[in-house]
């Protein structure tokens, strides 16, 4: 089945504790992205890769980072997460920059205390 | 500022056409119009884009004014499965591929 995966899907930590979500897609595409949503700001993109090794800031990178050093996975990184960073994050990936559909994940929720 | 402004929610009876408005003001020439929705906290789910044209596709139609300042998604017969929140979006292309600007949505509610 085609599809985005993201782990874990929920996932409590603790200011300042390093953690990694993963993303994978399964599609051969090249255009991945991380977005975050927030209660009455609609979803804000935070860092996308339009092929491995080649990544960009959204449009709130800042406590974020990312990594595309295969074409199926784009991990995201908090290296010191905070309390701010509480977010549903998603996940998604289109065939190219240029293919109108992105395809998303099904979400993490992120509690960081 | 926002790149898009939505109302923050609509009703429409079932069997109707439901009509989303949106304002992109800023918009640039090359930039697009993408629209998505949202059920619940479900990753969001592609309906439509367009630059200047109309468009219209096997889930709705957009119409996008002649100086592009603002758009409507069209559903042409709501149904109760069509309850969510849609998203308008402007697509910036970049060097290194595509940034996405998403409104804050309208909540759309189909009533019996």
């Known amino acids: 089945e085609a599809q985005v995966t993201q782990n874990p899907r929920y996932l409590i930590t603790v200011t300042g504790k390093k953690l990694t979500v993963t993303c994978s897609q399964n599609?051969?595409?090249?255009?991945m992205s991380w977005y975050r949503q927030d209660p009455g700001l609609g979803l804000r993109q935070i860092y996308y890769s339009m092929n491995v090794e080649v990544t960009d800031k959204g449009d709130v990178p800042e406590g974020y980072k990312v990594s595309r050093k295969e074409k199926r996975n784009f991990p995201l990184i908090l290296e010191s997460p905070s309390p701010n960073q509480t977010s549903l994050y998603f996940c998604?990936?289109?065939?190219?920059?240029?293919?109108?559909?992105?395809?998303f994940g099904p979400g993490t929720r992120l509690l960081v205390l | 500022d926002a790149k898009t402004t939505q109302p923050p929610s609509m009703d429409c009876a079932e069997g109707r056409a439901a009509n989303l408005p949106c304002n992109h003001s800023?918009?640039?020439?090359?930039?697009?119009v993408y629209w998505y929705r949202q059920i619940h906290s479900q990753g969001p789910q592609y309906i439509i884009h367009g630059l200047k044209n109309n468009e219209t596709n096997e889930m709705a139609s957009l119409i996008i004014t002649e100086d592009r300042k603002s758009s409507t998604l069209i559903l042409p017969h709501a149904t109760l499965r069509d309850t969510a929140v849609y998203y308008c979006i402007v697509r910036v292309a970049t060097n290194t591929g595509n940034q996405f600007y998403f409104g804050t949505g309208t909540s759309l509610t189909v009533i019996p």
């Open positions: 998604a990936s289109s065939f190219s920059r240029h293919k109108e559909t992105q395809y």
């Open positions: 599609m051969n595409h090249e255009y």
């Open positions: 800023t918009i640039s020439g090359n930039e697009y």
